[in-house]
């Protein structure tokens, strides 16, 4: 995430991203919906499987992608969307849906990328 950021993944991601899910703006609407649908707290996650193709994936609570029995085995997590209230009920209130839209302004394709060419990619987690 970033001040100056947004606009749209590049490279080997935009690849993926579109073979995944067709385009762009498909993912957009893919993954908000995943985000939205997150019944209370938890987490979207944009997560790449064993053979390299990029899942939405959504875990509860404070769960997450690397963690036993929490997704399908072996999915590596390159970016997350937090929709626990806390998240954005100063700005947002119960406003979730806005609040993920505006999530996309803010989102570091560039470093996003980068997580899944270094790490995801070869299957490593990305270490934090």
């Known amino acids: 995430m970033g001040p100056k950021a947004g606009g749209a993944p590049t490279g080997t991601l935009a690849a993926k991203i579109d073979a995944a899910f067709g385009s762009y703006d498909e993912f957009k609407?893919?993954?908000s919906a995943a985000a939205a649908g997150v019944f209370g707290?938890?987490?979207a996650w944009l997560a790449v499987a064993k053979d390299g193709a990029v899942k939405?994936?959504?875990t509860p609570n404070q769960d997450n992608p690397l963690m036993e029995g929490?997704?399908?085995a072996g999915l590596v997590p390159?970016?997350?969307i937090d929709v626990w209230e806390h998240a954005y009920y100063l700005k947002y209130q119960n406003r979730r849906p806005e609040y993920i839209a505006a999530f996309y302004n803010v989102v570091?394709?560039?470093k996003v990328g980068e997580y899944y060419d270094t790490y995801a990619s070869k299957g490593e987690a990305v270490p934090f």
């Open 29 to 31: 609407t893919a993954f």
């Open 41 to 43: 707290s938890g987490w």
């Open 56 to 58: 939405i994936v959504t």
């Open 70 to 72: 929490a997704t399908e």
């Open 78 to 80: 390159i970016m997350g």
């Open 108 to 110: 570091n394709w560039e």
